[in-house]
């Protein structure tokens, strides 16, 4: 049995992954919200932003680690003041390292400890109105891929990063049909992401079918960062 601890997965992705591990895991949620938590999952309340991970009663080891808050703004650069800047780089990065400092012994006690985290398409791909997001998700995948040759080979950590997922965190851009089909057309495989997409890869990443990969990037993105069909 592993222990594995996601930090948010009330909703979306998370709630996803937290679904398809396998049962005989000890799955933790600590997230602010205890909403859609399934059954024989541990819910601890937390808010990445504001309090100690190590105020929770966790276990003393911990074989995965998945980090599911983030943010999208999309805005003009013009339009976007510094503070949502600051606050971006807060949430998508600087609240993980705060959680992982303080993590790093439960995780370094594992045989083989995995840590997965989420990215943008927009990093690689230069997209508009993208500005805030990718600089957030950019220092991330940098101290991502530096944390795995540190910690190699006790705790692997690895990158996932999406295109445009139908979650709630994207429900202002897949509000209606019409956007959900313009969008699923941005795509070479024609449409947008689902949860499970996502979820599959973290799964796997967290397996012991992964062990031999650490310090990668995942794209999982409809082909949107490496294929032009136009």
């Known amino acids: 049995m592993k222990n594995i601890l996601l ?12 679904k398809q591990l396998p049962p ?43 980090y599911c808050p983030g943010s999208i703004n999309l805005k003009p650069f ?28 439960k995780l370094k006690a594992a045989p083989q400890a995995s840590i997965v985290v989420f990215s943008t398409v927009a990093v690689k791909v230069g997209m508009p109105f993208h500005t805030s997001v990718a600089a957030a998700k950019g220092a991330l995948e940098g101290f991502s891929k530096s944390l795995a040759a540190e910690w190699a ?18 429900k202002r851009l897949v509000s209606n049909d019409a956007k959900i089909e313009k969008m699923n057309d941005r795509h070479p495989l024609k449409r947008i992401g689902k949860s499970e997409d996502i979820a599959n890869m973290a799964c796997f990443l967290l397996s012991d079918k992964s062990s031999w990969v650490t310090g990668q990037i995942m794209g999982v993105d409809g082909g949107t960062s490496t294929l032009n069909l136009n």
């Open 7 to 18: 930090i948010g997965g009330s909703y979306g992705i998370g709630a996803e992954i937290a």
């Open 24 to 66: 005989n895991n000890n799955i933790i949620i600590a997230s602010r919200t205890g909403e859609n938590i399934p059954n024989g999952i541990t819910y601890l309340p937390f808010d990445a932003q504001k309090d100690n991970i190590s105020e929770l009663a966790l276990p003393e080891v911990i074989d995965g680690f998945v």
């Open 78 to 105: 013009s339009m976007l003041k510094p503070e949502v800047f600051e606050n971006d780089l807060h949430l998508n990065f600087l609240s993980l390292v705060k959680i992982l400092k303080e993590l790093h012994p």
């Open 153 to 170: 080979p006790k705790i692997r950590v690895n990158v996932i990063a999406p295109s445009l997922t139908n979650t709630p965190l994207a």
